[in-house]
């Protein structure tokens, strides 16, 4: 089977015909085969990594969008500098633990800090 595409993956849950089996198929070669190097990309998927814990592979990744949506695209600048008023609001508008929105915010911190390192190392 020819692999599938992010676009096409998103056609299959926006028509609400999801099949298990294609989704864990495409997290398992599309998702999670292949090298990520952008930092974005990598501080969603260790955001999807931590929402999985107590759900499974497909509920998260169904609600992928709502969370890109809920944390600025995973952009960790301002992921990083909201105030404690915009976590509760995340919280209460996306139904999100407000333990898990400031695990994001903590973990968007520390991100940046990887990156003034990585900086320093390379300079």
């Known amino acids: 089977m020819p692999s599938l595409t992010k676009k096409k993956i998103e056609e299959v849950f926006t028509g609400g015909k999801a099949e298990i089996d294609t989704i ?5 070669h599309d998702e999670e085969q292949i090298p990520v190097y952008d930092d974005k990309m990598l501080f969603e998927l ?14 998260t ?8 949506a809920a944390f600025s695209e995973f952009v960790a600048k301002t992921v990083a500098n909201l105030t404690d008023k915009q976590m ?7 139904g999100i633990e ?3 929105v400031q695990g994001v ?3 968007s911190n520390q991100i940046l800090n990887v990156r003034k390192l990585k900086s320093r190392v390379h300079s």
């Open 24 to 28: 864990r198929r495409y997290l398992y």
């Open 46 to 59: 260790l955001f999807l990594r931590c929402a999985q814990v107590g759900s499974d592979w497909t509920s």
């Open 88 to 94: 509760m609001s995340i919280s209460s508008e996306y």
């Open 61 to 68: 990744f169904k609600k992928r969008q709502h969370f890109r």
């Open 105 to 107: 915010v903590d973990n």
């Open 98 to 100: 407000i333990s898990r």
